[in-house]
């Protein structure tokens, strides 16, 4: 079970992130937990400056705006 | 090169549409069509130049050569950058902690996020071609000098114990504890290809959040053209009292709009006599300071440190539309 976080400070952007990793890992069978991510401390933990930014299992995976399919896929694999 | 627009605009409203040129309607029309086209064209074509050039310009790589400089060359670096670098106002929360907690003066950090609404590539291009490149010139000394100016104030005020305590912690960290040796971020190499999907995808993202805003403008900006008389603001407000430009200040606060949208509306308010310096006064107050993105630093700034920022940046812009009003019968021969 994949622990994902998605790190943004509640734009639409970051739903829309969280929503299609969560649509592809349901098509790949695998199995997430998605949170978003809105506490400006934790996203600063992170070192994160361009959102939405992805978390696997606390480890920064992804930043800077929507990932595309790809690398959903990437991210969810890894 | 830009009489093209002119000229399909005139074909299509007054030839094929049959509209009469004389009439409200069909000058409304006429400058509808012309300029929406015009700016269509302009984005489409330079936005996609634009961030194939800066593919490789990330916010880490920013942060980087602003702690490099010393504070003063840094102020207007941070206004620099803010004015070039592709940015989200949505990224504004963790844009403003990846400074702070890397020590970056606060004034530096907010001179970026000042600059940032105020000018940016579409801004640009919309003034460019519709009011001119004298305009655009004085227009981001402008934007510049609000951002660094501010920046400065907020220092000298010394703004930074109005941070939220862990804001305000992670920059004291950071400056006790500078990482000596910290390497620069690699430039990433990127090939023709990579650069292309880039600019590709820059293209429809910034279309697709603007066009509306675009179509909205322009159209006011038209219906404003058509069927407001000529000098219509100088015959009935009188051509620059000095209580005409705090009052375009408070009325552009409660309108929430980016310089898109008000770019067109400039055009049309200046040809009806409104003074350039009310003008620009009105154009910065709706696009860099609103209300949404005040709440937002609300997560991490105490409300003292809010207000502050919000009476500086007013301020500043009553001063520029006072000093633009003195200075344009120099500054602008062709408006």
Redo the contacts between chains.
Sequence with gaps: MKKIEV?????K??AVTAEQITTTAKELGIEVEVTKVTD??I??HY?????P?VAVNGQLAHS?GVPDRKKIEAILKA | MLEIFTWLASWLVYDLGGFDPNSKLGSSLHFFVEDTSKIFALLVVMIYAIALLRASL???RV?YYIQQKNRFAGYGLGAGFGAITP??S??????F???T?AGIPLGITMAFLFTSPIINEVAVIMLWSLLGWEFTLVYIAIGMTVGIGGGILLDSLGAERWLKA?AAK?YQNAAESPQADQLAPVRPSLTLKERHEFARNELYEIVARIWKWIIIGVGLGAALHGFVPDDWFSDNLGSGQWWNVPVAVLAGLPLYSNATGVIPIMESLITKGLPVGTTLAFCMSTVAASFPEFI?LK??MLWRLLATTFIILLINFMLVGWLINLLSPWLFSSL
């Design positions: 790190l943004g400070t509640g734009c952007k970051c400006p401390q996203i600063m070192q994160v400056m361009s959102t930014a800077g | 990330n916010l880490e942060r940015f989200c949505c990224s504004s929360i963790p844009l902690l990846g400074f907690s862990f992670a937002m997560q991490v």
